[in-house]
């Protein structure tokens, strides 16, 4: 049987032909603290729940993202529970008889028990190694169940890690209307609102768009935002949050996550655009009633 096994940070998928073998690698991080609830046996680190440490090569425990994990002796890697480590050809191994129980779509792959088929770059479907895992949009890795894909980073991020929001688009402020519901927010321009428990941002094009946290913390590369209490880190695209009350004053980093533009509808007019959660009215003013403005009620 021919495979092929790509290995990053911690997403893995394996390419097959006439069926998937349960072969697998995921390379360790290495973690002076963390919080979690799964101490590791220097009784100064620790991992998050449902991860394993395992000693690395510095003598410092590193986690491996899957629980109850078997660490390879060469300290860097580690395999799922009932695999063990070829160390010699990087991958792991879960003995022969391999059965085929999972169909993957179309009907023409399997993947064995414990696996989960994964849509590959080609098109075809390859076999994650673990269970109800996430497939990577880059389709090409995947994460453990309740990871996010870090595609940027190679990673998978669990935990305190937070995806970033895209901003939503402002919608514009009608002059003809008289009045605003208070379940709106005026954003600087004077132009434009976003709703309650939400913070205008000013995006790359002068226009304000709406980060979906309240009293949040604009990026300065104007597309992304972070929830109160954390701080943009720009550089590496993440959102930061330092707990003072926690030992060492430890550094909690989060990805960023991409925003999501707020759904819109088109007016009667063909032109006024206005959110879902709002309601196109003509304006008072226009007795022809060709023109219209956003409501901020729905309905």
């Given at each position: 049987?021919?495979?092929f096994?790509v290995?990053?940070s911690?997403?893995i998928?394996s390419?097959?032909?006439?069926?998937?073998?349960?072969d697998?690698?995921?390379?360790?991080?290495?973690i002076?603290l963390?919080i979690g609830s799964?101490?590791?046996?220097?009784?100064?680190?620790?991992c998050p729940d449902?991860e394993?440490?395992?000693?690395?090569?510095?003598?410092q425990?590193?986690?491996?993202?899957i629980p109850?994990?078997?660490?390879?002796?060469?300290?860097l890697?580690?395999?799922?529970?009932?695999?063990?480590c070829?160390v010699?050809h990087s991958?792991c191994?879960?003995g022969f008889?391999?059965?085929?129980?999972?169909v993957?779509p179309?009907?023409d792959?399997?993947?064995s028990?414990g696996?989960?088929?994964c849509?590959?770059q080609?098109g075809?479907f390859g076999c994650?190694?673990l269970?109800d895992?996430?497939?990577c949009?880059d389709h090409?890795?995947?994460?453990?169940?309740?990871y996010t894909?870090?595609?940027?980073?190679?990673?998978?991020d669990?935990?305190?890690?937070i995806?970033w929001f895209t901003?939503?688009?402002?919608q514009p402020?009608?002059?003809?209307?008289t009045?605003l519901?208070?379940?709106?927010?005026?954003?600087?321009?004077?132009k434009s609102?976003?709703?309650e428990e939400?913070t205008?941002?000013?995006?790359t094009d002068?226009?304000?768009?709406?980060?979906?946290y309240?009293?949040a913390?604009?990026?300065?590369d104007?597309?992304h935002?972070c929830g109160?209490?954390?701080?943009?880190?720009d550089?590496?695209?993440?959102?930061?949050?330092?707990?003072?009350?926690?030992?060492?004053?430890?550094?909690?980093?989060?990805?960023?996550?991409p925003?999501?533009t707020?759904?819109?509808?088109t007016c009667?007019?063909?032109k006024t655009?206005?959110?879902?959660?709002?309601?196109?009215?003509?304006?008072?003013?226009d007795k022809?009633?060709?023109s219209?403005?956003?409501?901020?009620?729905?309905?």
């Open positions: 049987m021919q495979f096994v290995i990053l911690i997403g998928i390419q097959c032909i006439n069926g998937c073998p349960n697998l690698k995921f390379p360790l991080e290495s002076p963390q799964v101490p590791c046996p220097d009784g100064q680190s620790s449902g394993s440490c395992c000693l690395l090569s510095s003598g425990y590193g986690c491996c993202p109850d994990a078997v660490c390879c002796n060469d300290h890697h580690c395999c799922p529970t009932g695999y063990t070829d010699e991958r191994q879960k008889e391999k059965s085929y129980s999972i993957c179309g009907g792959m399997s993947c028990d696996e989960t088929c849509e590959l080609s075809d994650c190694p269970p895992a996430v497939c949009s090409s890795h995947c994460c453990p169940h309740g894909c870090n595609i940027e980073q190679n990673k998978c669990k935990g305190i890690s995806p901003k939503k688009e402002a402020i009608n002059k003809t209307l009045k519901s208070i379940s709106t927010i005026q954003c600087p321009d004077e609102f976003c709703p939400t205008c941002c000013e995006l002068g226009s304000y768009g709406c980060c979906p309240p009293q913390s604009c990026c300065s104007k597309m935002c109160e209490g954390y701080s943009c880190d550089s590496g695209s993440r959102c930061i949050r330092h707990l003072s009350s926690i030992i060492n004053s430890i550094e909690i980093k989060s990805s960023l996550i925003l999501t707020i759904p819109q509808q009667p007019d063909g655009k206005c959110s879902l959660t709002s309601t196109c009215c003509p304006n008072k003013d022809n009633k060709n219209y403005s956003c409501c901020a009620y729905s309905n």
